[in-house]
């Protein structure tokens, strides 16, 4: 079982930054992707970055230039350092976790997990 912990939202004007953190406890082998997600009011929730095991990344195409997410393997912790924010960008914040949780041979065991969601709320 992996528990994730997030921190990092709040309340910003237009213009500024803010930097997301998901925490990951637990027991497994590895943490194969992590990531984030949001969900605006009334919208489904929908991808925003991820990065892989190797470090590569993907973002939505409207946060592409604006965010950057890394992680840190020793704490296993993601980031998602937003900039630019936007009133568009209001929304609840999931992080997204897919690890493994044993292997067989050459099989390997996976599992996913969602945090509890941070809110980011970007007014003027």
């Known amino acids: 079982q992996v528990q994730l912990v997030e921190s990092g939202g709040g309340d910003v004007h237009p213009g500024e930054s803010l930097t997301l953190a998901c925490a990951a406890s637990?027991?497994?082998?590895?943490?194969?992707?992590m990531g984030w997600y949001r969900q605006a009011p009334g919208k489904q929730r929908e991808l925003v970055a991820i990065?892989?095991?190797?470090?590569?990344?993907n973002y939505d195409y409207f946060v592409k230039d604006r965010f950057i997410i890394s992680r840190d393997d020793a704490k296993n912790t993601v980031y998602l350092q937003m900039n630019s924010l936007t009133p568009e960008d209001t929304a609840a914040y999931y992080c997204?976790?897919?690890?493994?949780?044993?292997?067989?041979?050459?099989?390997?065991?996976?599992?996913?997990?969602w945090g509890q969601g941070t809110m980011v709320t970007v007014s003027s």
């Open positions: 990065i892989r095991s190797d470090g590569s990344t």
């Open positions: 997204y976790v897919e690890y493994t949780t044993g292997t067989k041979g050459w099989t390997r065991y996976k599992a996913d997990r």
């Open positions: 637990g027991s497994f082998v590895g943490i194969n992707v």
